[in-house]
């Protein structure tokens, strides 16, 4: 018999709790006992641990949010905390740990693993910008809150004859810009991938119009950035122990901007933590619940230092290194056929 631990870490996302529930009920066919590691990695130095049994994650599939709590804890960050880990491991009788997490959590988890402590990735977060998966599970239920909020700004901004910036998430990459811009009809979409010229954009809106529109909706990731800024649009310059600022206002410079610019009565709407919290899509949950038992499988097997991945139609395993090693950016295919509707 094994004892599984399970922690989730980062920020959070729709479908945490399905994956949870389905390493819980897939490890119990096997009739091994699971663990939940309170708030990510926090949980492993502190000690911190729940009981899970079926018992414990019914009702949870529909759930945002994760039960068992999470944080921006970098283990590894204090030799002093590397040593608690491996000390809580070896106390609760921990044989495997399902790492549930977006590139830090997992980097963290590669780390873990070349210590000799077998651990399996789940890949989770909103921004899609892990490599080696097509997709992490709560990028759906982000890209479809993003899209019905656009859809709802048309319609406000097409009455007052308004440009409406939206602004969304996507640290590093524009995935949530890019495919909700598309799925609502954005009149433009800036990502951290491409670098804008602020000129071009509103010769762009101008077409428009030119062309006889009254309104535009402008979507903007919190990562992008004008060609000749030399950094990005912050909240507050105070580090996480990943190293990462929070980002954000990007939004506010652009939409000041084009108001200057083109005369025209510019909105700005920060769509923010919305985007991560509630219930997750029925793609999400499927996903989610495909990715929980696939990590158990994994365990099975003795497949270590792996991360389930979607490829195509398929679950499978892809190297932790492989996921973490350089973010997935946005396929430029895709942006160039969001493009072909901007100023039109
Ligand atoms: O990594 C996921 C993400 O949602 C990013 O898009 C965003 O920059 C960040 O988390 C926000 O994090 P926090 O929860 O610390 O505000």
Redesign the pocket.
Known sequence: MKKIGVLTG????PGLNAVIRAVVKKSNKYRWATIGIKNGWKGLIDGDTTPLSNHHVSGILPKGGTILGTS?TNPLKEKEDGKKLTENINKFGIDAIVVIG?EDTLGAALKVHKMGIPVVGVPK???NDLSGTDFTFGFDTAISIVTEAIDRLHTTAESHHRIIVVEV???HTGW?ATMAGMAGGADEILIPEKPFDINVICKKLKERYDNGKTFSIVVVS??AKPRDMNKLATLTEQK?EFG?V??GGIGNIIAKEIEKRMGVETRVTILG?V??GGTPTAYDRILATRFGVAAVELIKEGNYGKMVALQGNKIVPVELETAVSKLKTVDMKLYEIAEIFFGK
């Open positions: 980062g920020g959070d996302c921006r977006g977060t909103i921004d998430m996507g640290r949530i919190e990562g996480d990462h929070r980002l933590h985007q991560r």
